[in-house]
C-alpha cells in the first residue's frame, strides 16, 4: 500500500510559479512511477506529467511543456511538480499519483493505469 499526500497548492497571480509536493509511505516508494494529474471545474481529471522510478526520463502534456517540471527524492518519498508561467487555465485540484512499474521505464498516461491516489490540492490562477 503506498498512501499520498499533495501539499503547495495556493493563489497565484498568472506568471508566477508554485512547487506542489507529494510524500508517499511506504517502502517502495522508489520502484513506483508517479504522475501528475489535474481536474478543472466541470472537466474530466487529465494528466499533467510522470516520472519514472528513477527520476531519470520524465514525460508532459504538451500544454505544460517548457513550464512544469517534475522531480523526485525517493530518500524523502516525494514527488515534486514545479509550475512556472502559470496561466488562469492551469487552475485545478492537482493529484499525484503511483504507479508499480518494477523499476521498468514505461510511461503512463491513463488514470486507469496508476494503483494509488492522493486527495488533491487546489491551485488557483487570477488574472
Known amino acids: 500500500q503506498v498512501q499520498l499526500v499533495e501539499s503547495g497548492g495556493g493563489l497565484v497571480q498568472a506568471g508566477g510559479s508554485l512547487r506542489l509536493s507529494c510524500a508517499a509511505s511506504g517502502r517502495t516508494f522508489s520502484s513506483y512511477a508517479m504522475g501528475w494529474f489535474r481536474q478543472a471545474p466541470g472537466k474530466e481529471r487529465e494528466f499533467v506529467g510522470t516520472?519514472?522510478?528513477?527520476?531519470?526520463?520524465?514525460y508532459y502534456t504538451n500544454s505544460v511543456k517548457g513550464r512544469f517540471t517534475i522531480s523526485r527524492d525517493n530518500a524523502k518519498n516525494t514527488v515534486y511538480l514545479q509550475m512556472n508561467s502559470l496561466k488562469p487555465e492551469d487552475t485545478a485540484v492537482y493529484y499525484c499519483?503511483?504507479?508499480?512499474?518494477?523499476?521498468?521505464?514505461?510511461?503512463?498516461?491513463?488514470?486507469?493505469?496508476?494503483?494509488?491516489w492522493g486527495q488533491g490540492t487546489q491551485v488557483t490562477v487570477s488574472s
Open positions: 499519483a503511483a504507479r508499480e512499474t518494477y523499476f521498468s521505464s514505461s510511461y503512463a498516461t491513463r488514470l486507469s493505469e496508476y494503483d494509488y
Open positions: 516520472i519514472t522510478w528513477s527520476g531519470g526520463r520524465t
